[in-house]
C-alpha cells in the first residue's frame, strides 16, 4: 500500500512540474483597425414609408456627410422587421447595427463615432450600446454622440428650431400639440420635460403627448381644452412621419388622435412632417457629432 501511496505521489508531481513548465497558451488579441480610417455610423429606427426616409433619415445622413467629409457615413437600423420588410419589398439591403459593426470591422476601420437619430436616450439608444460594445476591441477609437434631446442646450435648441422653422406658421389662436412614442423607460421624462420647457419659454400653445406613455392623449385633450383652444394641429414629434405619425395620428379609424378630438368638438389638421425634414434638425446632429469629437472644456 506504502508503494501505492508513494508511486501516485511521484506521478502527481511529475504532472505538476510538466504543467508549471509548459509554455503559457497564446492570447489572441483582437485586430484593431487603422485610426486614420474614419467612419460615422448613423443609426436609426427606420421606416418603410420610402418617401418620409428619403426627407428625413436620407437627409440627415447627407447633412453629416456634407459637414464630415473626412469621415465615411455609414448607416444602420434597429428595427429588424423593418430591415426584413424592405429586403423583401424593395429589394433593400440596410444592416442591422451588429452587421454594420462586422462590416466596419472587416473594412478595418479603426476611428468611429456612432450618431443615433433617436429622439432619447431609451431603450433603443441601450440596445444600441450593448449590441456595439462587442467590437470597441476592434477600435482605436469609439465615441458615441448623443439623441436628439439629451442636454438642457438641445432642449433650448429644439424650441429654436420650433420658432423660426418647425412652427412658424402656426397661428396664436391654434394649440399644435406634438405626438411622441413614448417608453416604459425612465427617459420618458424627456416629453414633459419639453413639455415644461417650452412652457416656460412662453409656447403656451405647443402641447407635447405619446402613443404609448405619459402624456396620454386624454391628458393632452385636458391641456388644451384647459388652455381654451378650439382648434388643434397634430403633428408627430419624431425624426420619421411613420406608422405611427399616418396611422395613430393622422388616421381616419376610431381611436387615432385626429378622431378623438374632431369627437371632442375640435377643428383639427394633421401635418405629416418628421423632425428629421428640418435642416434646425439636421444641425442639432451635426452639432452632437462635433461635441462628441471635440468635447466642450468643462466650465
Not at 46 to 53: E, F, I, L, Q, V
Not at 147 to 161: C, G, K, N, Q, R
Not at 183 to 208: C, P, Q, R, S, W
Amino acid at each position: 500500500m506504502k508503494k501505492i501511496i508513494t508511486l501516485v505521489l511521484a506521478v502527481l508531481t511529475v504532472l505538476t512540474l510538466a504543467a508549471c513548465s509548459a509554455p503559457a497558451a497564446e492570447t489572441k488579441t483582437a485586430e484593431v483597425g487603422d485610426p486614420a480610417k474614419k467612419a460615422i455610423l448613423v443609426v436609426s429606427f427606420g421606416t418603410s414609408y420610402n418617401d418620409t426616409r428619403a426627407l428625413t433619415i436620407d437627409a440627415i445622413e447627407k447633412a453629416i456627410a456634407d459637414e464630415y467629409t473626412d469621415y465615411d457615413v455609414r448607416r444602420a437600423f434597429t428595427s429588424q422587421i423593418i430591415i426584413n420588410k424592405l429586403k423583401e419589398r424593395d429589394g433593400l439591403d440596410i444592416k442591422n447595427v451588429d452587421e454594420a459593426m462586422q462590416q466596419l470591422v472587416a473594412d478595418k476601420v479603426g476611428t468611429l463615432v456612432v450618431q443615433p437619430t433617436h429622439i432619447m436616450n431609451g431603450y433603443e439608444f441601450d440596445e444600441m450600446k450593448a449590441s456595439i460594445e462587442p467590437y470597441e476591441k476592434n477600435f482605436d477609437s469609439i465615441v458615441y454622440s448623443a439623441p436628439l434631446l439629451t442636454s438642457v442646450e438641445d432642449y433650448m435648441a429644439l424650441i429654436e428650431a420650433f420658432e423660426n422653422e418647425i412652427a412658424v406658421d402656426v397661428p396664436v389662436d391654434t394649440a399644435l400639440v406634438l405626438m411622441g412614442h413614448g417608453t416604459e423607460h425612465f427617459a420618458n421624462a424627456t416629453y414633459a420635460a419639453l413639455d415644461y420647457t417650452l412652457k416656460d419659454k412662453g409656447k403656451n400653445n405647443i402641447f407635447v403627448g405619446t402613443v404609448e406613455s405619459y402624456p396620454d392623449l386624454d391628458t393632452v385633450i385636458k391641456h388644451v381644452k384647459d388652455a381654451g383652444f378650439t382648434k388643434v394641429i397634430l403633428e408627430p414629434l419624431m425624426v420619421v412621419a411613420g406608422d405611427h405619425a399616418n396611422n395613430d395620428m393622422a388616421g381616419d379609424e376610431e381611436g387615432s388622435w385626429k378622431t378623438t378630438f374632431k369627437a371632442e368638438g375640435f377643428e383639427v389638421e394633421c401635418v405629416l412632417r418628421g423632425l428629421g425634414e428640418f435642416s434646425s434638425i439636421h444641425d442639432m446632429y451635426v452639432q452632437h457629432i462635433s461635441n462628441a469629437i471635440n468635447p466642450p472644456a468643462a466650465e
